[in-house]
């Protein structure tokens, strides 16, 4: 893209920006939930204009509590909503608004409980999840049914409980992972190399994907009853993602793509052969995400891609033209950066298929160029690259709405970055 612009261009290419990076496009993922005895797929969520991910069960196996990114989310850019699995009724939780990744506490919750904990130390109906909003991005908790949110720590995401509900396990982003008891804020160190912590129902694993100098893929490590660890990480799997427990302890389900297509897979937890579990076809951008398995062991719930033309959508012909005239994003899948505002570094993270040349690059919301964070060739796998909200010139930019791009030979994927006060 160069750099000088006419005013008629420069126009048209704030516009198509504009559109695409405030969530205009029509909107695709849902939650299905797959039956393992029956071996049949259910769609769960249908929120217009929103796509639905990562997945958390409530403790009665009667309700999820999800991702919702896109217009529905407003007026964030995504947010958490709670779905009856029976009714298939979604409400926003009130209290998550702006949050993510949300993990719901072990348990069956009463009218009694509440995320200070009860008597035990235990924290049951109550929704830890991430909010990037608010610099540095937090892990908060709030009730399961909606109310006022609580910090329970500072500057780390993806929380995961233990199965007493008493614990968080976290990551900090840039390799470390803790746990921190709800009550005391006692905290252990688990690793320095992992992300997505995931504890096992039994309390004994702690599962989490390995940065890639470490060889990627998933990995555990057992710990005590505190967290801490005991040995050192087993290496699982040396591709995929995203890993999260069997009812039972003895199987993690994550996600791969040996073939291209992202699908739900699993593993003894002890070691062995992957196993693909379910899925739906498409491409790496239309593939499954983020699966969470139930309480009594029953049903897997996923993130899908839906067919868009079997929905009603709220979106103009125009900017869907544009998104197929950039190509398909079928070889890789870019993430939103944490955090989303940001001051100081945010982090921007992507998925590739097979191997590649990866561009990745800021613009302003005219369409100038401000930075290139990556221009090289990768193979398949998960990266991370850091911005400091500077440009070229490492002289810092102003607060305000920027889009960063990433390219592949025949593909292309924006999503909209803040840099905050």
Not at 70 to 94: C, E, M
Not at 167 to 177: H, V
Not at 298 to 314: E, M
Request: net charge negative; charged share 20%.
């Amino acid at each position: 893209m160069k750099r000088n612009y006419t005013l008629k261009k420069g126009l048209v290419v704030f516009v198509i920006f504009f559109l695409a990076a405030n969530g205009i496009l029509a909107q695709s993922y849902d939650i299905y939930v797959f039956d393992v005895k029956a071996g049949t797929t259910k769609r769960i969520t249908k929120i217009l204009n929103g796509d639905e991910f990562n997945v958390t069960w409530s403790g009665d196996g009667k309700k999820i509590a999800h991702d919702v990114v896109g217009a529905a989310a407003a007026p964030f850019d995504q947010t958490i909503y709670v779905t009856d699995i029976r009714s298939g009724s979604s409400t926003q939780l009130v209290g998550a608004e702006g949050g993510n990744d949300a993990a719901w506490s072990p348990g069956e919750e009463d009218e009694h409980d509440d995320e200070k904990g009860d008597d035990n130390g235990s924290a049951k109906g109550t929704i830890a999840f991430d909010d990037f909003h608010i610099s540095p991005y937090s892990i908060y908790t709030v009730p399961a049914k909606g109310g006022t949110r609580s910090l329970f720590r500072y500057n780390c995401h993806h929380a995961s409980w233990n199965p007493k509900g008493n614990k968080i396990a976290f990551d900090d982003n840039n390799g470390y992972i803790g746990t921190k008891d709800i009550k005391s804020g006692n905290e252990t160190f688990v690793t320095n190399y992992g992300d997505r912590p995931s504890w096992s129902p039994d309390g004994h694993y702690i599962a989490f994907d390995g940065f890639s100098f470490t060889g990627g893929g998933v990995w555990v490590i057992k710990v005590d009853e505190w967290g801490n660890p005991i040995g050192t990480p087993l290496q699982l799997t040396t591709s995929g993602y995203g890993p999260t427990w069997s009812n039972n302890s003895k199987t993690i389900y994550y996600i791969d793509w040996p073939a291209g297509d992202p699908d739900v897979w699993s593993i003894p937890a002890s070691g062995g052969q992957p196993t693909r579990v379910c899925g739906r076809i498409g491409g790496f951008d239309k593939g499954d995400y983020d699966p969470a398995c139930s309480h009594n062991g029953k049903f897997i719930a996923f993130s899908s891609y839906t067919n868009t033309s079997t929905l009603k959508q709220i979106c103009k012909p125009g900017i869907n033209d544009f998104v197929s005239k950039q190509g398909t994003t079928d070889d890789f899948v870019l993430e939103q950066n944490y955090p989303n505002p940001f001051t100081g570094i945010t982090k921007i993270s992507f998925r590739l298929a097979s191997p590649s040349h990866v561009l990745l690059t800021i613009y302003n919301a005219s369409g100038q160029k401000i930075k290139t964070l990556a221009n090289t060739d990768l193979g398949p796998g998960s990266y991370s690259y850091n911005w400091n909200g500077k440009d070229e010139y490492e002289k810092n930019l102003p607060v305000g709405v920027y889009i960063y791009q990433m390219k592949t030979g025949h593909s292309v994927q924006t999503k909209k970055i803040f840099i905050g006060h």
